[in-house]
């Protein structure tokens, strides 16, 4: 696809070949992009800084530049390795709050991403899902697109306890009260999934100003096309959000990766890709923050 990049990734058996396409955009509504990505090989992440909060974009930047000091390009971290990656971004954002004549302003940012890491101990290499917030991580097989990723929001706890549907999610004057941000407490507490990687993969990784423009089914349309767009199937994606009103700072990361010795070249090729949690999600704060 045009504007993709390609990595290649030694395993201990075979390799893994992994091309992206990333973009970030300030939209037509903000003055202020405060969004930041991460897209280098073999770790993919979108960090959205909270309107309305101070620092943001400094904060989605700290994490970017936290992860590039913690994890070594072309080479699998261990989860362990990753998660002192998240919970030393939480640190550094929370230096960056400041007292004030009003008080403390709070600096904080949401974290979604993917990594291909090492489990160690024969278990072999999986995809690390992470998620802090309402940035989102999905998959797309060719046919079906699944949201892995769970929001950490008002309106999302709302829909867990079947008091709201999901379309009334989307309209509800508290869509964008997130319950969990890095910064917002001293202990930070994502959400992780541990995918097998195998075969041919493909993840999206996107702030909300990707979500709350398009729906899956367009989404999954623009994915299941033919990117003729410079920035690749990202920049496709970015664009039908901003010609669908832009009103937040949107980012986007495609990642395809084909992994092993002897893959499916055909595209349309499906695993089943089992889901293993290997850190149970404790309930969320009461603290809640606008993002």
């Not at 004549?101 to 974290?111: D, Q, R, Y």
Request: charged fraction near 25%; charge should be negative; aromatic fraction near 4%.
């Amino acid at each position: 696809m045009p504007g993709d990049v390609e990595g290649i990734v030694s395993l201990a058996r075979g390799s893994a070949r992994i091309a992206h396409s990333a973009r970030s955009d300030v939209g037509r509504v903000r003055a202020v992009n405060e969004d930041a990505f991460l897209a280098e090989a073999p770790v993919y992440l979108v960090a959205d800084g909270m309107g309305g909060h101070a620092k943001g974009d400094a904060a989605s930047q700290a994490v970017v530049a936290t992860f590039q000091r913690h994890l070594e390009s072309g080479v699998p971290p261990t989860p362990a390795q990753v998660l002192d990656a998240i919970h030393t971004s939480n640190d550094a954002v929370r230096a960056l709050s400041d007292e004030g004549e009003e008080g403390t302003a709070v600096a904080g940012t949401t974290l979604a991403g993917v990594v291909l890491v090492d489990t160690g101990d024969g278990v072999g290499f999986h995809w690390m899902v992470f998620n802090i917030g309402d940035s989102r991580v999905y998959s797309w097989d060719g046919r079906r697109l699944e949201q892995l990723s769970v929001d950490h929001s008002a309106v999302q706890e709302l829909v867990d306890a079947g008091l709201i549907s999901p379309d009334d999610a989307e309209r509800h004057p508290d869509r964008n009260v997130i319950t969990r941000a890095l910064g917002a407490d001293e202990v930070v507490d994502p959400d992780i999934w541990l995918i097998p990687a195998a075969g041919r993969q493909m993840f999206l990784v996107c702030s909300d100003g990707l979500t709350k423009e398009l729906d899956d089914d367009r989404v999954a349309s623009i994915l299941a096309g033919d990117a003729v767009h410079a920035a690749g199937m990202a920049g496709e994606l970015v664009d039908a959000a901003l010609e669908h009103g832009g009103r937040d700072n949107v980012s986007v990361v495609v990642v395809e990766s084909t992994i092993g010795e002897g893959d499916d070249d055909d595209a349309d090729a499906t695993r089943d890709r089992g889901r293993e949690s290997v850190e149970t999600t404790r309930p969320r704060g009461e603290g809640a923050a606008d993002g």
